[in-house]
């Protein structure tokens, strides 16, 4: 498998994380929390919010980006470079915002969420896959 179909494919999954938070946010469900009991809680908290919008929903524009920015690469648009750039910063600012998240988490809201541990897990692969490999052939 090519990196650029891992990054899509990694892309995707976010994209369906961050639909599934926020059609539960929407329709005023309690999402699913496969591992502990506590994703309400953290969810329901005033740091689900930066800048007027849901953090689900800056997750799921962050994902959409990241893949529209991967496919770009990989059918070879120009300017190549530029996008490998914001791919590049992109994720480098996801992966800090995930931190930061995490960091909340643990000792501020002092509660976790499957979902969100997911996100930033999901972030981070993407993050590491850039390190790893060469996306401007």
């Known amino acids: 498998m090519t990196p650029h179909a891992l990054l899509f494919i990694i892309a995707a999954i976010g994209i369906s994380e961050t639909a599934y938070?926020?059609?539960?946010r929407v329709r005023s469900e309690t999402p699913i929390c496969p591992i502990g009991e506590q994703c309400a809680v953290v969810l329901?908290?005033?740091?689900?919010?930066l800048f007027l919008l849901s953090n689900d929903v800056?997750?799921?524009?962050f994902y959409i980006t990241s893949a529209l920015l991967t496919l770009f690469l990989a059918i070879g648009i120009a300017p190549v470079t530029l996008w490998y750039t914001l791919l590049k910063i992109s994720v480098l600012i996801g992966s800090l915002f995930s931190l930061f998240l995490i960091y909340l988490q643990w000792r501020i809201i002092r509660a976790w969420c499957f979902?969100?541990?997911?996100?930033?897990i999901t972030?981070?692969?993407?993050?590491?896959?850039?390190?790893?490999?060469?996306?401007?052939?």
């Open 21 to 24: 938070l926020i059609k539960t």
């Open 44 to 49: 329901a908290s005033r740091y689900s919010r």
């Open 58 to 61: 800056w997750g799921l524009l």
């Open 115 to 120: 979902w969100c541990v997911m996100s930033a």
């Open 123 to 137: 972030v981070w692969l993407m993050g590491a896959l850039l390190m790893t490999s060469n996306l401007m052939r």
